[in-house]
């Protein structure tokens, strides 16, 4: 399983235009496991029609100096109610929090100014007004503490260990803030929605209104690129159709998203897995004629599919299909288009993603956010926030080592616990959202896996947008968007 394919796309540098004094609050509890809290709050400020106070708040989760620790930055605000809160958290699995913290529902939203310099802004979008925000990030990212030893690594760098600690963070949190009876969202985007399937078996004595997936991985099998597994090429089809379309590229050019997505999708099921299936048993003139139907509606050349026996990967495809104007579009967002890099045999295509914006190396470190933070909460620390950090996608253990084969070791699947969450949580929602452009969680494989799942379908929404895979990031959509998630939190 490549360790790059869940990775979302990150906000840039930011530039603070608001400066805020601020007072400092902490405390310190010791529970049964030694983990330590800690909370740095800031002063009031005023959004729409309510009064906030943001925190920087931190779990550690081993004790010494530099064990490993989760933060949060979180805003709440003071009321003679009872207020829902909303967790939310990215994936990567080495993302940090701060593209739906700044570019999604945080009271702040990065814009760029006349100057052509990033500037914060009231975010109009965000949900302040109606929840408290808590967004998490896990450790090694933002400004929390990595674990440095191969045994803490072993322990938090894995899904169940991940999952875990999320769930310990969540619950810390509520007990904290002396909250432990509120409704609670919990919202996870690209690897952060299968993170929130797993931890959905820890959360039904919780008060959970809803359970939020932001373009998320559920079967992490079904989207995997493995030799023997023909799946991601079905799901992957009706977005390169998408793809090819915006380009202008092959014969479906006519038509609607929705349209392209429904013809392609139903020829992925009815002609292209058969075919697949079969393998190298498929018949010469079968195998022919499919290859021409693919290369019609692909924009490329049926030679260019019978090289690959009918399977063609989305990294191969995203340096194919514009190749001829020297260009190569994106896997996060398929209508981002940049010059083809040269090849190099010693990088991992994914890297070059140009929605992604990773700039050398295998992290983006923006300040600007940690001068945010000061600002908002009064904390000394000066390091560079991290907003990604691959390192602990290349360090990631999606199942513990298994002697021998253990069917379930290698099928990583937690879908199936949101039907189960639901039986019996029977009122909370499910709130899915997909993008059409989004090329790294595919929208067929997000539809697929909930298909599967046998979850009650009156709980359950699947909204796919005209976006990539940071939906709150293409402002087009925020009107849907802002819709659906005032029924989601009602």
């Known amino acids: 399983m490549s360790s790059l394919r869940f990775l979302s796309c990150l ?5 603070l235009t608001v400066a805020a004094f601020s007072l400092l609050c902490m405390s310190a509890v010791a ?38 620790t989760m933060d949060a930055i979180s805003y709440t605000v003071k009321s003679t109610t009872s207020r829902p809160v909303m967790f939310l958290f990215n994936g990567g699995p080495g993302s940090s929090s701060s593209m739906l913290h ?22 109009p979008h965000s949900l302040l007004d109606q929840v408290d925000l808590v967004f998490i990030d896990p450790p090694g990212s933002g400004l929390t503490q990595a674990p440095e030893s191969e045994a803490s690594r072993l322990k938090f760098w894995t899904s169940e260990g991940d999952a875990k600690a999320f769930v310990q963070f969540v619950r810390r949190w509520l007990a904290e803030h002396h909250r432990s009876d509120a409704r609670i969202f919990i919202g996870g985007e ?8 797993l931890m959905s078996k820890q959360l039904t004595d919780l008060n959970v209104g809803g359970l939020l997936f932001i373009s998320p991985l559920l079967d992490g099998s079904d989207t995997s690129e493995a030799d023997g597994n023909v799946l991601s090429y079905v799901f992957n089809l009706p977005s390169m159709a998408i793809a090819a379309a915006h380009y202008h590229r092959g014969n479906l ?54 090289d690959k026996s009918l399977k063609l990967g989305v990294e191969d495809y995203r340096n194919m299909l514009l190749a001829s104007d020297g260009n190569v579009f994106g896997r996060l967002d398929s209508r ?31 300040p600007l956010y940690t001068h945010y933070l000061q600002q908002l909460t009064g904390i000394s620390n000066d390091a560079p926030y991290k907003a990604l950090n691959l390192n602990i996608n290349f360090h990631w253990q999606y199942a513990p080592h298994r002697e021998g084969f253990e069917g379930e070791a290698f099928y990583f699947n937690p879908t199936a616990n949101l039907a189960d969450f639901v ?68």
């Open 336 to 366: 981002v288009e940049a010059p083809l890099p040269p090849p190099r045999k010693d990088k991992v295509s994914a890297l070059d993603d140009p929605a992604l914006g990773l700039k050398g190396g295998l992290e983006i470190k923006v």
């Open 423 to 490: 039986k019996q949580k029977p009122d909370s929602k499910l709130l899915v959202l997909s993008g059409y452009y989004d090329l790294a969680i595919p929208t067929q494989a997000v539809e697929f896996a909930l298909n599967q799942a046998d979850i009650p379908q009156q709980n359950l929404t699947l909204a796919i947008l005209q976006t990539g895979h940071s939906v709150f990031a293409d402002k087009a959509a925020r009107p849907e968007l802002d819709k659906l998630l005032k029924e989601f939190i009602k």
């Open 102 to 123: 700044f570019d999604g529902l945080g009271p702040k939203q990065k814009q760029k100014g006349a100057d052509g310099k990033d500037a914060f802004v009231d975010n």
């Open 11 to 15: 906000a840039r540098p930011v530039a």
């Open 190 to 197: 690209s690897y952060g929605g299968y993170r929130l399937a």
């Open 31 to 68: 529970q049964d496991d030694q983990a330590m809290w800690s909370s740095h709050c800031g002063e009031s400020h005023s959004f729409k029609n309510v009064s906030y106070r943001g925190c920087l708040e931190t779990l550690a989760l081993e004790s010494g100096e530099h064990g490993t």
């Open 253 to 306: 050019q006519d038509k609607s998203l929705q349209q392209i997505y429904q013809q392609v999708s139903q020829y992925s099921y009815q002609v292209y897995t058969p075919a697949l299936m079969q393998g190298a048993a498929l018949a010469k003139n079968t195998q022919q004629k499919i290859a021409q139907e693919l290369a019609a509606m692909l924009g490329i050349s049926a030679k260019d599919l019978l």
